[in-house]
């Protein structure tokens, strides 16, 4: 059985940071990129970076703007969201991903951690 599950969460101040990790258990994803999404109370899910398994290679939204980073330890069959300068409309549940390109401009996400909340406060 496939899992994914998320770690780290909690609460922190404005301006803090926390890591976040997600476990896979139950098969391996070489050929698929892990991604991050969060969502906000009464917000859509929304995207916020993917990584590559198999070369590490990363992507982010542009909103990140160079304060969250995502890494993996295939060792450890574990993906991380590294969040620094957290505001509080960083505010949500985290969820991570295993998914595959489905086209040359869309990914399918087939497979996701039951989320952790994140809560920043001013």
């Known amino acids: 059985q496939v899992q994914l599950v998320e770690s780290g969460g909690g609460m922190v101040q404005a301006g803090g940071s926390l890591r976040l990790s997600c476990a896979v258990s139950?098969?391996?994803?070489?050929?698929?990129?892990m991604a991050w999404f969060r969502q906000a109370p009464g917000k859509v899910r929304e995207f916020v970076g993917r990584?590559?398994?198999?070369?590490?290679?990363?992507y982010y939204e542009d909103w990140v703007k160079g304060r969250f980073t995502i890494s993996r330890d295939s060792a450890e069959n574990t993906v991380y969201l590294q969040m620094n300068s957290l505001k509080p409309e960083d505010t949500a549940v985290y969820y991570c991903?295993?998914?595959?390109?489905?086209?040359?401009?869309?990914?399918?996400?087939?497979?996701w951690g039951q989320g952790t909340q994140v809560t920043v406060s001013s």
């Open positions: 990584i590559s398994w198999s070369a590490a290679t990363t």
């Open positions: 991903a295993a998914g595959v390109r489905a086209s040359a401009t869309s990914w399918r996400y087939d497979y």
């Open positions: 139950g098969r391996t994803f070489s050929n698929h990129a």
